[in-house]
């Protein structure tokens, strides 16, 4: 079984900060690609940020100097760290994996966690 856990989302004002986490279960770091994606109401998902199997990051433009991603190899957790928070960045989080180096693309992956709600209020 491939588990991936969500915590760390909840509602604050703009401005403010969260670090939203995945546990993952059943999956390795090490060997593949993981990330974070986002949805909106009436949006479709969309990429946040990816790291790859060397480490390498990914942001889309939107939360470039305002979120890192980042990970605890050991623990098999990876990490969102959120600053500056703006209203459009309301939306729920979700976790995801892919084995092997991939595209910061939701298509690209393939085990996703439930989600977490981020709302930011102005």
């Known amino acids: 079984q491939v588990q991936l856990v969500e915590s760390g989302g909840g509602s604050v004002q703009s401005g403010g900060s969260l670090r939203l986490s995945c546990a993952a279960s059943?999956?390795?770091?090490?060997?593949?690609?993981m990330g974070w994606f986002r949805q909106a109401p009436g949006k479709e998902r969309e990429a946040v940020a990816c790291?790859?199997?060397?480490?390498?990051?990914n942001y889309v433009d939107s939360v470039k100097g305002r979120f890192t991603i980042s990970q605890d190899r050991a623990k098999n957790r990876l990490y969102l760290q959120m600053n500056s928070l703006k209203p459009e960045d309301t939306a729920i989080y979700y976790c995801?994996?892919?084995?092997?180096?991939?595209?910061?693309?939701?298509?690209?992956?393939?085990?996703w966690g439930q989600g977490t709600q981020v709302t930011v209020s102005s």
């Open positions: 790291i790859d199997s060397y480490g390498s990051t």
């Open positions: 995801a994996a892919a084995y092997g180096n991939r595209w910061c693309s939701p298509s690209e992956y393939h085990l």
């Open positions: 059943g999956y390795t770091f090490n060997h593949g690609s």
